[in-house]
């Protein structure tokens, strides 16, 4: 019997590159995808054009703003989500400090520094051990450059627009687990647990060694706990 499809959702100025090591370690067992989360500027946009192109049924996992488009895509679709993994995401909408920086970042692309975005984010997306790895600061940049000023201002309008999430989710019924870093600055561990404790049945698995990103930091610890979670 076929294995369901498995739907991964990028974060913010990340692409397909970000979960490299996933479709290595899923792909041959079943069909892997990554969502297009980078043409529409709110989130309802970017859910809707991503089930329109999506299986009729299949396991969605969204890392950070991935985690926020999975969301929406469960409230608009739950029928058609089997499994859910939220990493190094939140439940909740931005406080005033993250929206304030935001708005920054986006005045910066706008207006002809889209280039520093990359180093402007490196201290807070990797834990202090990997901001000097070579290859995980190419990933970063790179991803950054394949996703360009324009689709980067999009996603943040969307981040900005998105709903608070924790009303919805103990309505949230299928397996669900969260993936979090260590280390991780942005989301960090508590808020992971926030969204464990009002989601029925979730798991937690905290990444050691990691920060936002344990996706490349940690792929081994991360293809581990979403082979325990594929398999609930």
Not at 19 to 41: K, L, M, N, S, Y
Request: aromatic share 4%; hydrophobic share 50%.
């Amino acid at each position: 019997m076929a294995m369901i499809p498995l739907l991964l959702v990028p974060g913010l100025n990340c692409t397909a590159d970000l979960w490299g090591a996933q479709i290595a370690a899923f792909a041959a067992e079943r069909q892997v995808i990554v969502a297009d989360h980078g043409r529409a500027d709110t989130m309802a946009a970017i859910a809707d054009a991503i089930l329109a192109e999506a299986p009729l049924r299949f396991a969605l996992a969204g890392l950070s703003m991935g985690g926020y488009v999975a969301l929406e895509i469960l409230r608009r679709a739950p029928e058609r989500v089997d499994r859910l993994a939220l990493l190094h995401t939140q439940a909740r909408a931005d406080g005033e400090e993250a929206r304030a920086a935001r708005l920054q970042q986006i005045e910066i692309a706008e207006t002809g520094g889209f280039d520093r975005i990359a180093d402007l984010q490196i201290p807070r997306l990797l834990s202090p051990a990997h901001q000097t790895e070579p290859g995980l600061v190419d990933i970063v940049r790179r991803m950054a450059a394949d996703t360009g000023a324009a689709a980067f201002v999009r996603q943040q309008k969307a981040i900005l627009g998105r709903l608070d999430s924790r009303p919805s989710l103990r309505a949230i019924s299928c397996p669900t687990t969260v993936i979090v870093g260590a280390e991780d600055v942005i989301t960090p561990v508590e808020l992971a647990r926030e969204m464990v404790e009002a989601i029925p049945g979730a798991a937690l698995e905290v990444i050691g060694d990691s920060g936002h990103l344990s996706t490349i930091e940690a792929p081994a610890a991360v293809n581990a706990a979403l082979a325990r979670w594929l398999a609930r």
